[in-house]
């Protein structure tokens, strides 16, 4: 997760997600593809496009991030521009973490090859209490 953010992230990849909201015992999930393309010469746009399933919902579901590279890793943004986390990575692992008063988010993302990475949340407090893992794996 050292190199740079565009050689690590960029093009297009399966994903893979599983949700479990243990508050209401509900498990779910999201199949789909995320995609990373160049916005500048420092970041990247993410788009993610998908079917969820959960609690008995199945319905499509979509986001958008921008990942802008800092000094010390990479910058996370929600698609309005708001700040969602940073992320400094150590080797193959980098961990993250957003206060969404009055929950928390505790993020891990770890990378186990060029072509497979996860990304992992577990969402904690009054309104939430998730685990959220989501697998990369590279198309093509």
């Given at each position: ?68 590279r800092t000094e010390t890793g990479f910058d996370v943004f929600f698609a309005d521009g708001r700040f969602f986390h940073a ?25 186990e090859s060029a072509d497979r990475w996860w990304l992992s949340w577990r969402i904690t407090g009054p309104r939430k209490d ?11």
């Open positions: 997760m050292t190199r740079e953010l565009g050689e690590v992230f960029q093009g297009e990849w399966r994903l893979l997600r599983r949700i479990r909201d243990q508050a209401r015992r509900e498990m779910g999930r999201l199949e789909g593809v995320a995609r990373f393309t160049p916005a500048s010469a420092t970041s990247l746009t993410y788009a993610e496009d998908g079917m969820l399933t959960l609690g008995g919902l199945r319905t499509e579901a979509n986001r958008r991030y921008r990942y802008e992320v400094a990575p150590a080797g193959r692992m980098a961990f993250a973490s957003h206060d969404c008063a009055p929950d928390l988010y505790r993020g891990r993302y770890r990378c998730l685990v959220i893992s989501s697998l990369f794996l590279r198309i093509g």
